[in-house]
């Protein structure tokens, strides 16, 4: 199928001229006017690019590094549905691992990050995958074999969700009233997101599980597994 005429092709930044350069992350605005790109390979400098659609103009940039950090790590960063927040993996010069989050419409750039405990930091590369819940108050880190909840204002821990087997994956519902994780053991756990009490558990028998999704109407829910497999079902509270 050929493109349609009314497609516009967009180069964030002249100086992105490398395979390196590879746009690996993409985000809508609810309103369609903006988005924001992640650029860049894990393990190399990132940065992510704010784009003004009726401007057609960038209207921020903001790097992955800085001076108080060694780096960045995996996994990509997340970011929040009005595009305002960002959440990364860094290491610092201490040889922790945590995760910042910064306020990109702040002036300067505001950013929140949890003090460092050398005695109870996890080892390095522990968290696998962090995501916003939809109103960016809270960032949901799979750390390991669980997923810690951080409260972002004031930035602490709200809650650890753990069950019989490891968690590979988890997903806010629209609302911001329910979470899902999925686990290695094939099943799906729902949790109330005021409470973090258990509200449901599914298991269709179909192996491990890797992912896990909400549609955005919060109705119908998703869970990958092994095989190519994809179980679909409708939500109910």
């Not at 964030?12 to 650029?39: K, W």
């Not at 595009?83 to 945590?98: C, K, M, Q, S, T």
Request: charged share 25%; net charge negative.
């Amino acid at each position: 199928m050929r493109a349609r005429s009314s497609s516009h092709l967009i180069h964030l930044d002249p100086g992105y001229t490398e395979p390196r350069d590879a746009v690996r992350l993409l985000r809508f605005h609810p309103d369609g006017r903006s988005f924001v790109a992640l650029v860049g390979e894990p393990e190399s400098a990132r940065e992510l690019c704010w784009w003004n659609l009726p401007r057609d103009a960038r209207t921020r940039l903001l790097s992955a590094d800085d001076e108080e950090y060694v780096r960045e790590l995996p996994p990509d960063p997340a970011v929040s549905r009005d595009l305002e927040l960002v959440a990364h993996v860094v290491e610092d010069y201490d040889g922790g691992v945590r995760v910042r989050v910064t306020d990109t419409w702040a002036n300067p750039t505001e950013e929140k990050f949890p003090p460092l405990d050398p005695e109870r930091e996890p080892p390095l590369r522990t968290f696998s995958a962090v995501a916003f819940t939809p109103d960016g108050g809270r960032v949901l880190c799979r750390q390991g074999a669980v997923v810690v909840v951080w409260e972002v204002d004031p930035w602490r821990v709200a809650a650890t969700l753990a069950g019989d087997a490891a968690v590979t994956d988890v997903a806010a519902s629209p609302d911001g009233r329910r979470l899902l994780t999925a686990a290695v053991d094939g099943t799906v756990t729902a949790w109330d997101a005021d409470t973090y009490r258990v509200v449901g558990r599914y298991d269709w028998g179909v192996g491990g599980l890797h992912a896990v999704a909400f549609a955005p109407d919060g109705l119908t829910a998703a869970a990958g597994g092994e095989r190519g497999r994809v179980v679909v079902w409708d939500f109910g509270e």
